[in-house]
Nanobody, 118 residues
Framework: QVQLVESGGGLVQAGGSLRLSCAASRTISSLYIAGWYRQAPGKQRELVADINRSGSTNYADSVKGRFTISRDNTESTVYLQMNNLKPDDTAVYYC????????????WGQGTQVTVSS
């Protein structure tokens, strides 16, 4: 079993920046796709960004140009740099690691709160 631990959330004013980090409890294969999801009150969890082993990324339209996802395969860590934050970015952010071919290997972090004040 793999535990994912997020850090870096908090309260920030609109226009500010935060950097989220997610570390795995043990080394996991670089084959895993790493991603960040978020869930705002009363809304469904949605994909924010993900990145595969080769560094190819995928972003939600709402964060393109503002957020950057990156990963360190040697440390089994994934990051989310969030710039120009908006109140609509307020949500609990979850880290995810999933095997691209084995659906049973799908891990989630406990979530970290990001609050953006106007």
């Amino acid at each position: 079993q793999v535990q994912l631990v997020e850090s870096g959330g908090g309260l920030v004013q609109a226009g500010g920046s935060l950097r989220l980090s997610c570390a795995a409890s043990r080394t996991i294969s670089s084959l895993y796709i790493a991603g960040w999801y978020r869930q705002a009150p009363g809304k469904q969890r949605e994909l924010v960004a993900d990145i595969n082993r080769s560094g190819s990324t995928n972003y939600a339209d709402s964060v393109k140009g503002r957020f950057t996802i990156s990963r360190d395969n040697t440390e089994s860590t994934v990051y989310l740099q969030m710039n120009n934050l908006k109140p609509d970015d307020t949500a609990v952010y979850y880290c995810n690691a999933r095997h691209p071919f084995r659906g049973e290997y799908n891990y989630w972090g406990q979530g970290t709160q990001v609050t953006v004040s106007s």
